[in-house]
Every structure is written in C-alpha cells, then in structure tokens.
C-alpha cells in the first residue's frame, strides 16, 4: 500500500508540533503495517523536515510553493501574487505527473495552509485525507486568501475524510465540513523517550537566582499567540502579591525584537531578574522537569501538544481555557484552567502552588498518569490509521478533467516570458520587505544577531 504524505513546511528553525505529529503517524503506521510504503511531498528547500525524512530512509520530493492560508496581508501585490500563482501550479502540476508515476493508494494532506497534494489527488480521483492541525488564523495570525469559511468547505469538498486534533477544533471546521468526514486523533507522543530526554541535565540554567521561589517553565515559540507576555504579566502580580516567582521560557522566536519587548515588559514589572530565555533547544525536557509547574498560556491552541509533554513529564499545568489544552488538563487534579484574557487567573492559580506545599506533586504525579488514558481514548492513532486505511479503494470525489488544463496555465504563460526581469525585480523586492524573505529571516534569529540588526 503506497501513501503520499504532504507537509507544508521546510521546518528551517526547527520541527514544529505538525511535522512531528505526522512523523509519528508515520512512524506508527508502518510499524503496525510492514505493507505501507510511504513517500512525502515537502517544501523546497530542504529543511529539518526533510533531515528527518532522510534519517528514516523514506524517500521524498520537494517543491516549491507557498499556500491558502499566509501571514502576508491580503491583497498581495499583484507581481507577488502572479509570479507565486505560477509556482503554485506548476507544483500542481509536477505533483500530478508524480502521482501517476507513482500509482499511490491515497493521498494525505498535512495542515489547513498549502491544499496543492489535494488538488493532485482530485485531478485523478485518488482517495484524500485531511489533518486539520490549526485554526490558522486564530492561533497563528494566517491569512486565508479566500476567508475561513471558503477554506474549510474546500477542505471537506477535497477530501474524503478529515482529521482534527481535538474535540474544539472539531466543533470549528464542523461548520462547514460535514460531520460523518470529520474524526478526532489526539497527536501521539512517545512518554518513555519523554522521560528519559527530562532526566538529563539543561544545555543552560534555567533558573539561575538563588532563591528563585516557584519555578515556572513554558516551552513554545515565543510569539504573541503563544502567550508568554501573559506569564511575564501574571509573574508581575505575583511579585505585587508577595509571591516569589522566577519564569524560564524556551523556544525561539520570530517576530524581531519580540524577545526585546517581552524583557523589556518583565522591566517595566520589576521581574526582568526573574525571566529566563533559555531560547531554542534541541531537548527541552530537562527545562520541564526543572520546574515545579508549566504554563500553556496560548490564546488558543489546536492541541497543546506542549500540554501533553508537560504531563508525560509528570508536571502539572496551568493552562488557558480555550481550544484543545483544556481537554488534556483535569482542574484541581491535574493542574487548573485560566481564562487568556485574565492574567490575574493565572496568577491566581499559580500563587495556590506556591502557598501549598506539595500540591505541584501530587497534582504532578497524578499528571503523569493521566497520559496513557489520554492516548488511549476514542481518539488514538491506530483509530486514525483504522480510518485511513479504510479510504483505500474506496469511492472518491474527482475534479472535472478540465482541472488539469486549468493548472497548467500559469506555468505556460510564466515559460512564454510574462514573467519579465522588472517583475522579477519586484518580486525581489517584496520578499526582501516581508518577514517571509531573506531579511525577515535573518531578524528571526534570536539573541545577537537580532540586537546587532535593530541597532539595540
């Protein structure tokens, strides 16, 4: 049984919680069915996606092309817009003579952002499957170039079944999908190499004061979604109430100067001496275990995958109360939930840690337990892959063959010379100006490097 895997990303900083769900779908998939031979479209160039790929020997094409769902604002200028709808197609268009060389069983789309695999597998009427890993725009500021709502129809139109990572983003995408296509796989982790990558010791200190009072790790890259002004903020009340407190955040991050600003917030609140960024790690574990509680203070999270690792970790977790964390975290057993908007919640409920002594192990304890109950509710990955296999050979919707002509068009008119050099130059310019290009990707890099380029 062959199966076409497509990722929307590179992973060029590091392997996101999407990339590493699918990795071990995959990676549980073929150990459970020897028969199932996998193979990968992925963004070109290469990236840390595709090093994982080649450490398992499965084998891969990269493309180049962007998505549905950007964080450009919308409308782009017309050069970007042209010269990427070419790219968009022509990847259209080489994914479809690959499927046919390669004769898949089925297709399967990874993330709401680049629907090309899909549009590949409809144009031949290859059963297609969909994992819906995000909201998109409301967790990562996305821009869905035809709105959410076209977007998520689309996606059910284009697929035979879709997959959500939990029951909240289930309710959401159920708003335009039909709900027999939607099924729930919470995101599988392995807890054994969990805990054993938590026994070692942190590359760095992650709490370096002396006394630093109650120990607070969130692991997440640091960006205004992901919440960690809300800790900074609540470790600001805490210091007002009384509270010793200290805070260590591990991630990267790519707004520039947003490292700044969070330091520059703990400042203004009298803790800068007790924030810690401890910045990318390849294994963050060790920072999990060195606290006594973890915070996942995101607006709104698909899954929380960071969740579930906090309690494998045998931590427990204060968590916001929307999206799919508050479906992991047991309040009052196996941490407690906050409302986003109210850092005095989570200070609130990080201050009963700090006031009850053995509470954060108890509830601990009770954390790590909760684990395999959660990974072996209705929404398991053999459920997922159950379900999956049960596409193959199965009716399947197919694009009018007018589709194939359609997407070759943009490439033909780009090969004819459309695309002159003062396009070019254009293009150039806007990527060079947006986040996206070569300088936005250098102001992502975190510590020197963004304080020598803003000038600070």
Same mark, same amino acid.
């Given at each position: 049984m062959r199966?076409?895997f ?5 992973a ?16 549980d ?13 992925? =963004? /070109?160039?290469?990236? !840390?996606?595709? =090093? /994982?790929?080649?450490e398992?020997?499965w %084998? #891969? ?24 709808a070419?790219? $968009? ?13 390669l ?10 952002v680049?629907?090309? @695999?899909?549009?590949a597998?409809?144009?031949?009427g290859i ?7 995000? #909201?998109?725009?409301l967790?990562?500021d ?6 959410? +709502?076209r977007?998520l129809?689309?996606i059910g ?8 990572n ?14 027999? %296509?939607?099924?729930?796989v ?10 054993t990558?938590?026994?070692q $010791? ?12 109650? %120990? ?9 979604g =992901?919440?960690?002004?809300r ?7 805490l ?5 010793d407190a ?15 600003? !969070? ?11 007790r924030?810690?960024f401890?910045?990318?790690? $390849?294994n963050?574990?060790? #920072?999990?275990?060195? *606290? ?9 999270? /698909? ?10 970790v ?14 992991l ?9 906050? $409302?986003?908007?109210?850092?005095? +919640?989570l ?12 509470? /954060? ?6 954390? @790590?337990?909760?684990v395999?109950?959660? !990974? ?8 997922a892959i159950?379900?999956l296999?049960? !596409?193959?050979?199965?009716?399947a ?7 194939r ?23 150039? *310019?806007?990527?060079l ?22 000038g600070?």
């Open positions: 199966v076409i497509s990722n929307h990303s590179t060029p900083v590091n392997l996101g919680g999407a990339e590493r769900s699918l990795l071990k779908l995959v990676d998939w073929t150990a459970s069915n020897p028969d199932l031979e996998p193979f990968f479209f992925t =963004k /070109a160039p290469t990236g !840390l996606f595709t =090093k /994982a790929l080649d398992r020997s %084998k #891969y094409r990269a493309f180049r092309f962007r998505g549905w769902a950007l964080p450009s604002v919308q409308p782009a200028p017309v050069v970007e817009r042209t010269t990427f070419a790219a $968009d197609y022509q990847a259209v268009g080489a994914m479809i003579t690959e499927l046919e060389r004769k898949p069983d089925l297709v399967v789309t990874n993330t709401l680049a629907p090309w @695999a899909a549009f597998a409809k144009t031949l059963p297609h499957a969909w994992f819906v890993r995000e #909201y998109g725009d967790d990562h996305l821009k869905f170039q035809e709105g959410r +709502e977007t129809a689309d139109l284009l697929s035979e079944a879709v997959f959500t939990s029951l909240a983003l289930k309710r959401h995408v159920a708003s335009q999908v039909p709900d027999d %296509k939607i099924s729930v919470y995101p599988s982790v392995d807890t054994a190499s969990i805990r990558s938590a026994e $010791d942190p590359a760095t200190v992650p709490f370096p004061l002396a006394d630093p009072g109650l %120990k607070i790790t969130v692991v997440g890259r640091v960006e205004p =992901k919440g960690q002004f800790a900074v903020d609540a470790l600001g009340l210091k007002a109430d009384g509270v200290s805070l260590c955040l591990v991630g990267s991050w790519k707004t520039p100067g947003y490292d700044l600003e !969070l330091r520059d917030r703990a400042a203004a609140l009298g803790v800068a001496d924030v810690t401890a910045g990318e790690q $390849d963050p574990y060790p #920072y999990v275990a060195a *606290a006594d509680v973890c915070v996942t203070p995101s607006t709104i999270e /698909a899954f929380g995958r960071t969740t579930l690792e906090y309690l494998a045998g931590r427990p977790v204060v968590a916001s109360s929307t999206g799919g964390s508050a479906e975290v047991e309040p009052g057993v196996t941490g407690s939930l906050f $409302d986003p908007e109210s850092p005095r +919640e200070a609130d409920a990080l201050a009963v840690y700090a006031a009850t002594p053995g509470l /954060a192990e108890t509830h601990g304890a009770a954390a @790590a337990m909760s395999e109950r959660v !990974l072996e509710s209705g929404f398991s990955q053999e459920a159950a379900r296999e049960s !596409l193959v050979g199965a009716p919707y197919k694009l009018p063959d007018i589709a002509y359609w997407f070759a068009l943009p490439g033909d008119y780009a090969s004819l010379g459309a695309t002159t050099a003062r396009m070019a130059a254009g293009l150039l *310019a806007s990527r100006r947006t986040r996206s290009g070569m300088v936005g990707r250098i102001l992502r890099r975190p510590g020197v490097a963004t304080r020598r380029i803003l600070r």
